[in-house]
């Protein structure tokens, strides 16, 4: 009964009353989460993936096996060494304190 008021549409062949299904029989019944509904696929999606995964633009625009998209890459940038940049940023303030410290005395 509980699955059916939480929207499962499990067929219960067994018992449809009040009374709750066999716990070994029926799993699914006495789970705390919604069941997921099954994916929504459009009849065109096979289509949509295959001009995704070829890339439509890139294959209308390429003309004599020369790609107007390979210059237009973005260039990678190397990459910041954080931990360097926080050593020097916590060994400054603690120099600063060190400063103070000796400036009150």
Known sequence: ???????NSLKL???PGPIPPEFSLY????SA???QPPPRIKPNAR???EKGQNGSIGVLLKLDE???????RPKRRDHKDHEKENLRRMR???RKCREKEQARQ
């Not at 009964?1 to 929207?7: F, I, N, S, V, Y």
């Open 1 to 7: 009964a509980r699955g059916r008021l939480e929207g």
């Open 13 to 15: 062949d067994l018992l």
């Open 27 to 30: 799993p699914a019944c006495y």
């Open 33 to 35: 989460r919604c069941p």
């Open 47 to 49: 289509d949509i993936l």
């Open 66 to 72: 020369i790609s107007f998209f390979e210059e237009l």
């Open 92 to 94: 400054e303030i603690q």
